[in-house]
């Protein structure tokens, strides 16, 4: 793998710890809006998601199981999936913005640490803008996931796209209900529209991830000793 080579020390003039520590708090803001708008958009999908499960209900409970209860059923359930998909892919790209706001505070720390090179020892924070120090900054020290990927599976976007695929599977199991579909068949239709659901939202925040580490690596401006 071929390492960026590391840019040479520049002089900073005296006005530049001012500089370089707005810049910080503007990246922090950032980070917090963007942080802010996914904590909402989770928010409005699960409202939405809970109340249509309390209108299913009373609808049940209203004209029972029949035709009209599935015909309700399936123009509500689409709405709610769509809500939720947006809400993840929204996610996803929050959770790539946040990535290179890390490594921009980081290269922000590299500038302070060539200032004083004593402040080194104090810093928990990553000061590397490539993957290692982003990682750094994310773990805060704590022994970094052998498998990222794998780590991947307990992060927001996927418990989201975990729940759009229950969704979709109930709308698909109504539908195979009006043609009365049962039995293994049924079964079988249903498991297959989880998974594909399933797999196929999370092959967009896969992809995404592997997108963004081979960026990373063209755009590292100070790499870590060992990459």
């Known amino acids: 793998m071929t390492v960026p080579a590391p840019h040479a020390r520049a002089e900073l003039g005296p006005q530049a710890a001012t500089f370089l520590a707005t ?90 640490i060539d200032e004083v090179p004593e402040l080194k020892q104090y810093f928990t924070a990553g000061w590397n803008d490539d993957e290692l120090g982003v990682w750094q900054s994310f773990m805060l020290d704590q022994p970094r996931p052998q498998r990222p990927m794998l780590h991947s599976f307990i992060t927001t976007p996927t418990v989201i796209a975990t729940i759009n695929a229950a969704v979709a599977t109930a709308g698909a199991a109504l539908l195979l209900s009006i043609y009365e579909v049962s039995g293994a068949w049924f079964v079988a239709l249903c498991t297959l529209v989880f998974l594909l659901t399933w797999g196929g939202l999370l092959s967009v925040q896969y992809r995404q991830l592997i997108l963004v580490r081979d960026h990373a690596k063209k755009i590292a401006r100070f790499p870590s000793e060992v990459s």
């Open 23 to 112: 810049e910080h708090w503007s990246l922090l803001g950032s980070r917090s809006m963007a942080w802010n708008e996914a904590f909402s958009r989770v928010s409005v999908f699960l409202n939405a998601l809970s109340a249509s499960a309390v209108a299913l209900a009373l609808a049940a409970d209203a004209s029972g199981f029949g035709r009209s209860f599935r015909l309700f059923a399936l123009v509500l359930l689409p709405i709610v999936l769509f809500l939720g998909v947006s809400a993840y892919l929204r996610v996803c790209q929050i959770n790539i913005d946040d990535i290179y706001l890390v490594a921009a505070m980081n290269r922000l720390r590299h500038a302070y």
